[in-house]
């Protein structure tokens, strides 16, 4: 069955940096377009960024552009999602992603961003 592990999260001061990391099992990872959202309290779950399968052409939420990137390891089934530059609005639990005719999600990585 579809698996999606979400790790790397913690607590950062405002500036610093975190590399989420995304473990996918039970299907084929180099077929399939990966991405992060993210849900802060009380807010809806929102779209971060992307990553496509072949060409790795990555697509970010305006919020996050130029500060986050996007990459996978096809060769490891991971999708990591650099995040540098952090904002206390950056505080929210991140969420890994794939469409398999159904929308597939892990658990989780809190991220929180505060002085």
């Known amino acids: 069955q579809v698996q999606l592990v979400e790790s790397g999260g913690g607590l950062v001061h405002p500036g610093g940096s975190l590399r989420l990391s995304c473990a996918a099992s039970?299907?084929?990872?180099?077929?399939?377009?990966m991405s992060w959202y993210r849900q802060a309290p009380g807010k809806e779950r929102e779209y971060v960024a992307r990553?496509?399968?072949?060409?790795?052409?990555?697509n970010y939420a305006n919020s996050v552009k130029g500060r986050f990137t996007i990459s996978r390891d096809n060769a490891k089934n991971t999708v990591y999602l650099q995040m540098n530059s952090l904002k206390p609005e950056d505080t929210a639990v991140y969420y890994c992603?794939?469409?398999?005719?159904?929308?597939?999600w892990g658990q989780g990585t809190q991220v929180t961003v505060s002085s």
């Open positions: 039970g299907f084929t990872f180099s077929s399939y377009v």
């Open positions: 992603n794939v469409v398999i005719g159904y929308s597939y």
């Open positions: 990553i496509t399968n072949t060409v790795y052409s990555t």
